[in-house]
C-alpha cells in the first residue's frame, strides 16, 4: 500500500475555517496527488506535486491550496471552508519504483484511505 | 471534463456469473487502468493496459483495449460476493515526459455480486 496515511480521517468544522488536510508517505515517491470523490462525480483531481516544493493544479482547485517542503508529506488547505468543500478527500502517489515490487508497474497510484470531511 | 466514463452505472449479477463493465474514452492515451474501490475505503490499482496492447489477464480479471473505438472492457469472470465494489477506469493521455503525470477517473461501475 505504499506506506500512505492520511490526517485527520474524518473532520467536522464550519463554513469560514481554515481546514488543513495531510497525507504521508514513507517510500519516496516523487508525485503526490490529492482527490476529492463525490456522488455523481467519481474522482477529481484538485492538485499534485511532482516533487519538494513543485505543484499544479488539477481539474477542481478553486478554493484549495497545497505545500510540500519535504518528500514524504503532501498538504492540502481549505482557507475558507465552503459547504461544497463537504467531501471525501484522497490522497494518492504515482509509483515510480518500477519493478522493484513483483507485479506492479510505473505509473499506477497508490491510494491513502481517505478523509471524510464534513463542513457545516 | 471527464475523460472515463464506464458503463454501466450499476450492475447486479448472482455469484458464479461474469461481469463486463466498459469504459469509453475521448482522447488519446498512454495506458489505461482498471481500479476496485470497496464502500469506505481508498481505490486499489487492479491491472494496467498500454496503448500498444489488447488484452490483458490477471487472475479472473480480463481487459480488453480498443485505441480505434477509445474503449476498453474490465470482465470478472466466476465473480464472487466478496467482487462487489465500485469500478473506475483511469487514463494518462499522451504524456510527453516533464511533470506533467495525471490520471483522469470515471465515475465508476457499481458492481453487486449476489450470494
Known amino acids: 500500500d505504499a506506506g500512505i496515511t492520511q490526517s485527520p480521517r474524518h473532520k467536522v468544522t464550519e463554513t469560514g475555517t481554515p481546514v488543513t488536510l495531510r497525507c504521508h508517505q514513507t517510500e519516496n515517491h516523487r508525485y503526490m496527488y490529492w482527490y476529492r470523490q463525490d456522488p455523481g462525480h467519481g474522482l477529481r483531481l484538485i492538485h499534485y506535486?511532482?516533487?519538494?516544493?513543485?505543484?499544479d493544479k488539477g481539474e477542481v482547485s478553486d478554493g484549495y491550496s497545497v505545500s510540500r517542503s519535504k518528500t514524504e508529506d503532501f498538504l492540502l488547505t481549505l482557507e475558507s471552508a465552503t459547504s461544497s468543500q463537504t467531501s471525501v478527500y484522497f490522497c494518492a502517489i504515482r509509483n515510480n519504483l518500477g519493478g522493484r515490487y513483483p507485479n506492479q508497474h510505473h505509473n499506477e497510484q497508490f491510494f491513502g484511505p481517505g478523509t471524510r470531511l464534513t463542513v457545516l | 471534463s471527464q475523460q472515463g466514463e464506464e458503463d454501466p452505472q450499476a450492475l447486479s449479477i448472482q455469484e458464479g456469473e461474469n461481469a463486463t463493465m466498459n469504459c469509453s474514452y475521448k482522447t488519446s492515451i498512454n495506458n489505461l487502468q482498471w481500479y476496485r474501490q470497496n464502500s469506505g475505503r481508498g481505490l486499489v490499482h487492479l491491472i494496467l493496459?498500454?496503448?500498444?496492447?489488447r488484452e490483458k489477464h490477471s487472475g479472473r480479471l480480463r481487459v480488453t483495449l480498443d485505441t480505434s473505438k477509445k474503449s476498453s472492457s474490465l470482465l470478472i469472470t466466476a465473480s464472487r460476493a466478496a467482487d462487489t465494489a465500485s469500478y473506475f477506469c483511469?487514463?494518462?493521455?499522451?504524456?510527453?515526459?516533464?511533470?506533467?503525470?495525471?490520471?483522469?477517473f470515471g465515475k465508476g461501475t457499481l458492481l453487486t455480486v449476489n450470494p
Open positions: 493496459i498500454r496503448s500498444n496492447e
Open positions: 506535486s511532482y516533487g519538494v516544493k513543485d505543484t
Open positions: 483511469a487514463t494518462d493521455g499522451v504524456w510527453s515526459g516533464g511533470s506533467n503525470y495525471k490520471l483522469t
